[in-house]
């Protein structure tokens, strides 16, 4: 019965959708103050059916209900209930679901804090919101429903994917996809402002907030997928350029350079053509992740299942998006007048030179993921591009980017002195400049041009952000001040000084561990040892070990250094009794500068075993920058501006509010 | 012109040469690190490349997996159903490894035609076919009934 009435609710969901698409928006056109106020109570609605549909699909897996065939292929009686709640979003339906759920929780908090903004603007936001909820709703329901029921019902469910079955993979997902989903509301914003012809510096300042959101949600999620690959998969990497992490990663690289032009666009008024366009961007290609995932044409190692329906059901969709914004877009934005002028030395062409770069760099990882597509489709070969080629050109204008990034924050808005800015950054680039070649030069063990680039541009971005900072506060009397500044005053300011040093975090950890790290993997008898960077590691033995729904060999092994012992380490290689899938649980000794990874493979023989033994200096530095990045969106996204609207709010609803009921009512 | 106007050249020639720049780079790079895919069939027809790196896959032969005494050297037949390659792999082979499993390799071809390969690929989902694989042996049998060498 449960199933049923989930899909119930989810067929509601739909209908209040295509109510919340339509009506407010006719309703901002015929001036019909009903209609528009519909946006709010119909994403409400949706919201609320779509909790309804997801806590049915919750309680199927939580009460094992095998004849739903989605609970039945990823869900087992033996599955321990953390996983049973995450194995709802472990397969296409369900994580389908969490998505149109995500884009239900936005429009609602759309619909609760855009009080200030104006109704025919909200309305026109929630309409294109409602568009889109419309659209993954019917994909949901005509390809992939996650309440199909299965007859006769198995007895016993198939288990969830052993790889799956991880606290970071519980989360990675929702944090991506409110990622994904966020973006959508960036969009819904500019359709709208295009919509209604008013692009300003008041639209910025509403989208501002729920783009930094959006892209700290899909910060998070990047870094915890990175976490989760090189915590689960077994071998060590954080980063593939695999086409799934692409898709991914090029819409946060889209959402990036859509934070910065935003920002000239609120306090200049300049790029907002250019802004609208990031905007549509950044969420079309949040679709075209999504199409390259679900549809199953491009060999990743998170390829689901194939269905070409799927794949034509999002190409489709994926066309109307791109192709109708664009035509809004072309239709709209000439009328769009210029902003303020600026110089050519100012932080308006630092900052144009970043979304040049920013978006370039998208561009190119888009043209290497589709590539291997084109390839095959003008029948020329089947193809693919190894990541070699993406490190290439990342490597070649990463550099370029953290240089713009250093002098930006140092520099006037439009217009700054050359001279002047030169004096002020000299000491930084002294002292970045001389720590670079500290490291190029082989004088310290394992130095190297590529170390002393990248020990370079990080100091680079640290001293300039230092030199922004130590001028900021200044002229601020006394730490009393000073404190005002950092937690009351600043906050979108120390936001990005935060974000900054989160990116000089992931230089260091990217460059150390791809320079250093050493992988080795060997052939080993119990009791055998073997000396890797400093470190002796012996095996002890491997051992039978029996874990809730799997039984596993587990080995131990000893890490010594200078014959003392610094940790003993128990990497399993577990076998699932549902799936009988073998799955390597590496296992890790974490410290600040350093990890010791060590993974079994496999018995070869003779009570051999393969073992897997990587050192990895500052690798947790990588994902520390996505943290700091993520709470510097947080931090910016606090700022008083944006509270003090929220309060002026509502005093304006305490006066407003009975005459709006009244119109509304 | 108009100072403004020329600094706008000024921006737009500098974007003109940012985007010229990465599409030169992006092309030269395509040149060293494309690899094409070859089946088992082609790489015995003689079609692979014998000093270039490409990708080859299909399904590993049952019974055909032998390791060597020392070392972690391993060497296994793929097929596509009508042609054997057999590849060699020095290192862990991934957890999904199997004998009937759909597996993606790169590597090198050896001129005594075995495949040497740095790395071997199977996937997460038993399910999942690589769509090339699920190609090769379409092309062999057409209507092959059991693609995927799983049971389901």
Redesign the interface.
């Given at each position: 019965m449960t199933p049923e009435l989930g899909q119930f609710a989810l067929i509601l969901a739909l209908c209040l959708a295509v109510i919340q698409s339509t009506l407010p928006l006719i309703g901002t056109y015929t001036g019909e103050r009903h209609w528009m106020s519909l946006g709010s109570t119909a994403a409400w609605g949706q919201f609320t059916f779509l909790s309804i549909g997801l806590c049915c699909l919750i309680y199927a897996f939580l009460d094992n209900d095998f004849s739903v065939a989605y609970v039945a292929s990823n869900s087992n009686t033996l599955l321990p209930t953390m996983y049973k709640i995450s194995a709802v979003w472990g397969a296409h339906e369900g994580s389908l679901l969490l998505w149109v759920f995500m884009q239900g929780a936005w429009g609602v908090a759309v619909a609760a804090f855009s009080g200030k903004l104006p109704e025919t603007v909200r309305a026109r936001v929630l309409s294109v919101m409602g568009m889109v909820g419309v659209g993954f709703l019917l994909f949901m329901l005509l390809t992939s429903n996650p309440f199909e029921r299965l007859y006769p019902a198995p007895l016993e469910g198939r288990d969830l994917?052993p790889?799956l079955q991880d606290p970071g993979l519980a989360i990675h997902p929702p944090m991506l996809y409110m990622g994904y989903v966020g973006f959508s509301v960036a969009f819904s914003f500019a359709l709208a402002a295009l919509l209604g012809g008013k692009l300003d510096a008041a639209w910025a300042r509403w989208s501002r907030p729920w783009t930094t959101v959006a892209w700290v949600c899909l910060t998070i999620g990047i870094t915890l997928g990175s976490w989760w690959a090189y915590n689960e998969l077994?071998?060590g990497g954080w980063w593939f350029w695999d086409p799934v992490e692409n898709a991914s990663f090029i819409p946060w690289l889209v959402g990036t350079a859509l934070v910065h032009s935003l920002a000239v666009t609120e306090k200049r008024g300049a790029f907002k053509s250019w802004t609208v366009l990031l905007a549509i961007t950044a969420f079309s290609m949040s679709l075209l992740g999504t199409f390259l995932v679900r549809s199953?044409?491009?060999?990743s190692?998170?390829?689901?299942?194939?269905d070409p329906g799927r794949g034509i059901f999002i190409l489709t969709f994926l066309c109307i998006v791109i192709g109708g914004s664009l035509i809004i877009y072309a239709w709209r934005a000439p009328t769009v007048t210029g902003g303020g002028?600026f110089?050519?030395v100012s932080r308006e062409?630092l900052l144009?030179a970043n979304n040049?770069?920013l978006v370039?760099v998208a561009?190119?990882i888009l043209?290497?993921t589709l590539?291997p597509l084109i390839y095959d489709a003008f029948e020329l070969?089947?193809?693919?591009?190894?990541f070699?080629?993406f490190n290439?050109?990342f490597i070649?204008?990463m550099p370029l980017l953290i240089l713009v990034m250093g002098i930006g924050p140092n520099t006037r808005w439009k217009r700054q002195d050359p001279a002047e800015l030169a004096r002020r950054l000299r000491l930084a680039f002294i002292v970045s400049v001389t720590l670079g070649v500290v490291f190029a030069l082989p004088l310290l063990p394992g130095a190297s041009p590529l170390a002393g680039l990248g020990i370079g541009l990080a100091a680079w971005l640290v001293t300039t952000l230092t030199t922004s900072v130590v001028d900021r506060l200044r002229h601020k009397r006394g730490l009393a001040a000073i404190w005002r500044d950092v937690t009351v005053q600043g906050r979108s300011y120390y936001g990005m000084v935060l974000a900054h040093l989160g990116m000089a975090s992931a230089v260091v950890g990217v460059t150390l561990v791809s320079l250093h790290g050493v992988e080795k993997?060997?052939?080993m008898s119990p009791g055998e040892s073997l000396e890797m960077a400093g470190y002796t590691f012996v095996l002890e033995g491997v051992e039978k070990h029996q874990g809730p729904n799997y039984r596993a060999d587990r080995g131990k092994v000893r890490i010594l250094r200078d014959d003392e012992e610094i940790a003993l380490l128990m990497p399993e290689k577990r076998t699932y009794t549902v799936?009988t899938?073998?799955?390597?649980e590496a296992a890790i000794d974490i410290r600040p500068t350093r990890d010791l990874y060590v993974s079994l493979?496999?018995p070869?023989?003779?009570g051999d075993w393969?073992v897997?033994v990587y050192y990895k200096p500052f690798v947790r530095w990588i994902w520390f920058g996505g943290i700091l990045m993520a709470l510097g969106g947080l931090l910016a996204v606090s700022d008083r501006r944006y509270r003090l609207s929220v309060r002026s709010r509502r005093t304006i609803d305490a006066t407003v509010t009975p005459a709006a009921q009244e119109a509304s009512g | 012109m108009t100072p403004a106007r020329k600094k706008r050249l000024y921006l737009v020639l500098l974007m003109i040469a940012g985007i010229g720049t990465a599409v030169a780079l992006a092309v030269t790079a395509f040149d060293e690190n494309l690899m094409f895919y070859y089946s088992p069939s082609e790489i015995v027809a003689g079609e692979a490349p014998v000093d270039h790196p490409f990708r080859m896959g299909g399904l590993v032969t049952a019974g055909s997996v032998r390791r060597h005494s020392e070392g972690l050297t391993v060497q296994f037949d793929v097929t596509d159903n009508d042609k054997l390659v057999t590849v060699e792999y020095t290192g862990i082979l991934p957890d999904l490894f199997r004998e009937g499993q759909g597996i993606i390799s790169r590597g090198t071809l050896r001129p005594d035609g075995v495949f040497v390969a740095d790395e071997v690929l199977a996937k997460h989902d038993e399910n999942y076919m690589p769509p090339e694989v699920a190609e090769s042996l379409k092309t062999v049998h057409s209507g092959a009934d059991n693609p995927g060498g799983t049971t389901p």
């Open positions: 994917n790889l077994g071998w199953g044409v491009l060999t190692v998170h390829a689901f299942a194939t002028r110089d050519f062409t144009l040049v770069l370039i561009a190119l043209l290497g590539f070969g089947k193809i693919s591009v190894g070699p080629w290439k050109m070649s204008f993997d060997v052939r799936q899938k073998p799955m390597t493979g496999e070869v023989g003779g393969s897997r | -």
